[in-house]
């Protein structure tokens, strides 16, 4: 990954929204070089736009964001997206590209002036496609592909873009678990293997509380709290901010947190008798 400097990114007294209406009430936030930071809160409470607004999707109404000790503003297009990664929620399928012309998007911004010449751009294309497990579907039109595997070929690009900083909403979308499980996997050792400075919003909490160093809980478009797994994840706090009554136990085997929700009404036992769906052949 890209041998950087800076030493994370954030954002100060963040005020962010859609046309004039504020969802981020003077946020302060900050994700440390070589840390995971996982954003988490019920629907509606500012993950998204808080990412959005971290990565100049979205313009701020007030508040700064800095890279290192630099004003992510002051940063020219290619600058920037030399600097940090955005994979956000619902990339679409392009018919017609292939797996690989989809990754190699990524490289646009480390290109020459006239678009010609990128001597790191295969091998890093090539090593995005393999972290992703994509290098036997390089040649696929993504059009064919499953919601999954186009959500991988997206994130492949943001790698192979090569950045210090990569901001993933909801990255684990429409895969199934094993693909879960590898792409977590993968977050964690881009952050501690490469030092790179990762923001994801996770809507599963024990996903975030497993890769995660720093958890920064929202609640009304406003910081709830932020630390450790260990530290954020209190039942009463939990259960106040999601409207459910919530156990927090400690995994035996890791050692983090696991929130288990409590359903009000819990089934102590089966409803009949397992034997009673078998398929019995009717009597000839």
Known sequence: MSDT??????????RVGYGGDPVLHGVDVRLGRGQVTALIGPNGSGKSTLLRGLSTLLPLSAGEVTVGDQPL???????????????????????GMTVREVAELGRHPHRGRWRRTDPDGAAAVDRALTLTGLTELCG??????????VQRAWLAACLAQDTAVLLLDEPTTYLDLRYQVELLDLIRDLATDHGVTIGVVLHDLNQAAAIADHIVLLHRGRVAAHGTPAEVYDAELLGSVYEIAVDVIVDPATGTPTVLPRPRHRRSAPLHNPEENLCVPAAS
């Open 5 to 14: 400097t800076t030493t994370g990114l954030s954002g100060s007294r963040l």
């Open 73 to 95: 503003r002051a940063l020219g297009p290619r600058q920037l997206a030399r600097t940090l990664a955005v994979l956000t929620q619902g990339r679409p399928a392009l018919s």
């Open 140 to 149: 696929h039109d993504i059009g064919t592909l499953s919601g999954g595997q």
